[in-house]
């Protein structure tokens, strides 16, 4: 069973940067290296977000909200997918998933990023 492990959330200052990985586990090096990879955020109250993809070879594709300060970026060796954040505001608090974007796999628990003073 593939399982999606979000890490690297926190608490972050307005214009801070955060850095946040994805683990996928349960499946081979060569199902995670041929699928497109993105991350997505749910902000409390609203609906799940889709952020950023990632291709193999590497071709990045940034949604509206993120683009210019999210760069997302993978490891295939390690099965991981990372989204380092800049210039991170109170409006990108929400909890952030990764998943394949075709035929998504079951969703993990997410890492939450608060952006607060």
């Known amino acids: 069973q593939v399982q999606l492990v979000e890490s690297g959330g926190g608490l972050v200052q307005p214009g801070g940067s955060a850095r946040l990985s994805c683990v996928v586990s349960g499946t081979s090096g060569s199902i995670f290296s041929t699928n497109t990879m993105g991350w997505y955020r749910q902000a409390p109250g609203k609906e799940r977000e889709f952020l950023a993809s990632i291709s193999t070879p590497a071709s990045p594709y940034y949604g509206p909200s993120v683009k210019g300060r999210f760069t997302i970026s993978r490891a295939n060796a390690r099965n991981t997918v990372y989204l380092q954040m800049n210039s991170l505001q109170p409006e990108d608090t929400a909890v952030y998933y990764c998943?394949?974007?075709?035929?998504?796999w079951g969703w993990g628990k997410g890492t939450v990023v608060t952006v607060s003073s």
């Open positions: 998943n394949r974007l075709a035929r998504p």
